[in-house]
């Protein structure tokens, strides 16, 4: 809720100022310890509820008239899953700005492109313009590890920010342009059902080291009664790989999974565990789950010879 002390212009906590201070702040109320100044003619206030939108937002009023957020910054006000080190590293990262045409934004804090900006791939969001959820997952993935643009990509299609048909769209647009090839190779790994980005993580893991693709959160039925959903099945094998994030490190939570894995192991399925540390060791992962597919694969049935 507004305050005598909030800038009639304020847009997600942040504001432009000028040497006289702000729209109804004067410049030493706009210079206190209340506001963090990013760079040259903007603040934000470091009490918002969101600072991180907050800051990018003080970003995009700071530099052109036509500037919008773009790239990781874009992804992150869209609420898609960047890789840990970039989300963690948030507040020391400059924010990515660009704009259509014009010299590209160069001033502190910012990290500016120039970028062919279609009018459908630009659009607002959360009070501030920046491109689509399309195009910002095409424009990450020319910088990011491909299995975290697969995560992306899921999140896109599953959160219906964008379908595959969009996707694929982009991708058709981009032709030659930076990220391309990287995008078209993490849009075939994309799918819709993944419930998290540490569950894409690893199936795209899997699935680049060779692993027949797995059927993302199938329903495990037993003579007509639902066992569990499982984040990734290889339905010949009867084998689960589950993807187990901070989520399940409660008490309560490991109680409920041991429960399950129960009922799985009894219904004659093998149950593997991943968790964040093997996403660091992907061949591992890779070696451990193809064991299991070929050593619980039935073999084909055997072909008789005509006489």
């Given at each position: ?245 901070e989520v399940h490190l409660t008490e309560v939570r490991r109680r409920h999974d ?50």
């Amino acid at each position: 809720m507004p305050t005598d002390d909030t800038p009639i212009s304020e847009v997600n906590g942040a504001f432009r100022v000028t040497a006289l201070g702000a729209d109804g702040l004067s410049r030493e109320a706009a210079r206190g310890p209340r506001f963090a100044a990013p760079s040259r003619g903007v603040r934000y206030r470091v009490d918002h509820a969101d600072p991180r939108l907050a800051r990018h937002t003080a970003a995009v009023l700071g530099s052109s008239g036509h500037a919008i957020l773009a790239g990781l910054s874009a992804a992150q006000a869209w609420g898609l899953p960047t890789p840990p080190w970039i989300g963690l590293e948030w507040a020391n990262r400059p924010v990515s700005v660009a704009v259509g045409d014009g010299n590209r934004p160069r001033r502190g804090d910012v990290e500016g492109h120039r970028l062919l900006l279609p009018t459908g791939h630009v659009t607002h969001f959360q009070g501030v313009r920046l491109t689509t959820p399309a195009r910002t997952w095409l424009d990450c993935a020319a910088s990011i590890p491909l299995p975290h643009a697969v995560a992306m990509g899921d999140a896109v299609l599953a959160q219906g920010l964008a379908s595959q048909e969009d996707l694929a769209a982009i991708v058709s647009w981009a032709k030659r342009r930076r990220g391309v090839v990287a995008a078209r190779r993490a849009g075939a790994l994309l799918d819709e059902r993944s419930a998290s980005p540490g569950e894409s993580l690893a199936r795209a893991h899997l699935v680049l080291g060779g692993v027949a693709a797995p059927v993302c959160n199938h329903d495990v039925i037993v003579n007509g009664e639902w066992i569990a959903r499982v984040d990734l099945a290889w339905l010949a094998a009867r084998l689960a790989v589950e993807y187990d994030g901070e989520v399940h490190l409660t008490e309560v939570r490991r109680r409920h999974d041991a429960a399950r894995r129960n009922l799985l192991q009894a219904a004659g399925w093998q149950v593997i565990t991943l968790t964040a540390a093997d996403l660091g060791r992907p061949w591992a992962m890779v070696s451990l789950v193809r064991a299991a597919i070929v050593e619980r694969t039935p073999p084909p049935p055997p072909r008789h010879r005509r006489r």
